[in-house]
């Protein structure tokens, strides 16, 4: 009696790779989707993401110039003509409110892409060579975290220019220290790993080991550390703006907080000049701070059960 045999398919590392990524988002997104603050947290932000993007929409870029408000009273409370009132010069300020969660927005994602990236270079580059590469760039990292971050961002946006894109940098910048010392630490017990001494034994170079085996590792916590670092680049913006070092030329809810302050309308209690801006940092900060609770939830076995 023979034996046929029966043809076996092949299946390549790339493909069980990628099947395995597949079945791990899987099961991340069930997870996150179970997690309530965390979709609520996710709700707020579509929220806020969908009125900036929608914002040339709701209102005209021309009613943001001071031409808008001639003839228009200053200070005005609510009404139907203006859902919050105008501000010191007549223009609409719910114009203002939308308009700034364009750049407001703008300048927490850009300045967490900047710190979250020269974060996780410096962490990674650290803690995995370590010597004195590791020591220098420890050095430069204890030097950010002593130096206060309010002054240097001033002198820098001072010197460099408040355009929105030099402040999302500027703050980029000055806030990747702290991210830095955690993926440090991280990457120090990842290259420990029995999976990563094989992987050098069988001869990988250290792009292999740092792409395949480290970066893997440390991913979910550079992904709650940006979700973190998220609401900490908004608050520094309102200050930075709040303090007049904000884009002259473009509304921010920081800024619109300035001109509260230099207007009187804070004297004045004028609550629909600064309460808006107020309520809406705050929300978006507190959404963004739950999302990365939510994430370390996922991805720390230990909190789970809290």
Known sequence: MSVEAVPTTAVSPR???????????????RQFRSD?????????????VVVALAAPLLFSSDELRASAGRGEPTLALPSSEHW??????????????????????????????????????????????????????????????????????IVLAAVLGSSAMILAVVIGVTSWAGSGRILRAQVLSAKER??????????????????????????????ATATLTVPAVILSESALSFLGFGDRFRPSWGKMLDGALDSGAITLNRWNYYLPPGLCIMA???????????????????????
């Open 284 to 306: 978006v900060v507190l959404a963004f701070t739950v999302i990365g609770r939510s994430l370390e939830r996922i991805f720390d076995p230990r909190l789970r059960g809290r």
């Open 84 to 153: 919050l009132g105008t501000d010191e010069i007549g223009r609409d300020l719910l114009a203002q409110l939308v308009w700034g969660s364009r750049i407001s927005l703008f300048i927490g994602l850009v300045g967490t892409l900047v710190a979250v990236t020269i974060g996780s270079l410096v962490g990674v580059t650290a803690g995995f060579f370590g010597g004195r590469i590791g020591g220098a760039l420890m050095a430069v990292d204890d030097w950010f975290l002593v130096i206060p971050f309010l002054p240097l961002a």
């Open 15 to 29: 493909r069980m790779a990628w099947a395995r990524r597949r079945r791990s988002l899987t099961h991340f997104l």
């Open 194 to 223: 029995t999976f990563v001494e094989r992987s050098r034994a069988l001869g990988a170079g250290s792009w292999h080991v740092v792409s395949r085996h480290v970066l893997p590792q440390v991913a979910p916590l550079i992904l």
């Open 36 to 48: 309530r603050a965390g979709m609520v947290g996710v709700a707020v932000l579509v929220l806020f």
